[in-house]
T-cell receptor
Framework: QKEVEQNSGPLSVPEGAIASLNCTYS??????FFWYRQYSGKSPELIMF????GDKEDGRFTAQLNKASQYVSLLIRDSQPSDSATYLC???????????FGTGTRLTIIP | AAGVIQSPRHLIKEKRETATLKCYPI?????VYWYQQGPGQDPQFLIS???????DKGSIPDRFSAQQFSDYHSELNMSSLELGDSALYFC??????????FGPGTRLTVL
């Protein structure tokens, strides 16, 4: 079992709808949680990070963390075709430490 | 804003050759991480440096070595290259927190 699990998709969402991406992790000691967006052949781009239980909103993006359930999610509101990419969930024990990535969810926004 | 710089962007080598990848972190960032991403895979952590000292080591082959210099740039040295070393190699940097920002990557092809 991978330390960080994601549904590989592909996940297809109509333009303007809400895209919901999910991630579970196995290490209960994990403290830092990140969502990266990666276009094909490009580098991962940090779009959200969350450290505390609950919701964190930034523009069209909302990250949700539930440490008791070892679950982190990303919601993308008003999805745009430019949101089509692979979304990587990454987890770290605490500050300044390596990231463990999930295999990523491929998201396609349908115009 | 300044980003992480990696060079070269593309590198083609023959089996058993050596390669050196360079990374220049975002100014004032004190921690550098190296990741390897094979085709269709998630990024895998190789090694990290904090204030020029190795801080963590992941699944880095013994054929690989790395260091961080006094100006905080880092180099990943790869010897006795194998076909399986063909991948994207990313460098990321961070300062104080664990929000890692990735460079554009070096695409290594071993023939």
């Amino acid at each position: 079992q991978k330390e960080v699990e994601q549904n590989s998709g592909p996940l297809s969402v109509p333009e303007g709808a809400i895209a919901s991406l999910n991630c579970t992790y196995s290490d209960r000691g994990s403290q830092s949680f990140f969502w990266y967006r990666q276009y094909s052949g490009k580098s991962p781009e940090l779009i959200m990070f969350i450290y505390s239980n609950g919701d964190k909103e930034d523009g069209r993006f909302t990250a949700q963390l539930n440490k008791a359930s070892q679950y982190v999610s990303l919601l993308i509101r008003d999805s745009q075709p430019s949101d089509s990419a692979t979304y990587l969930c990454a987890v770290s024990p605490q500050g300044n430490e390596k990231l463990t990535f999930g295999t990523g969810t491929r998201l396609t926004i349908i115009p | 804003a300044a980003g992480v710089i990696q060079s070269p962007r593309h590198l083609i080598k023959e089996k058993r050759e050596t390669a050196t990848l360079k990374c220049y972190p975002i100014p004032r960032h004190d921690t550098v991480y190296w990741y390897q991403q094979g085709p269709g895979q998630d990024p895998q952590f190789l090694i990290s440096f904090y204030e020029k000292m190795q801080s963590d080591k992941g699944s880095i082959p013994d054929r690989f070595s790395a260091q961080q210099f006094s100006d905080y740039h880092s180099e990943l040295n790869m010897s006795s290259l194998e076909l399986g070393d063909s991948a994207l190699y990313f460098c990321a940097s961070s300062y104080y927190s664990n929000e890692q920002f990735f460079g554009p990557g070096t695409r290594l092809t071993v023939l």
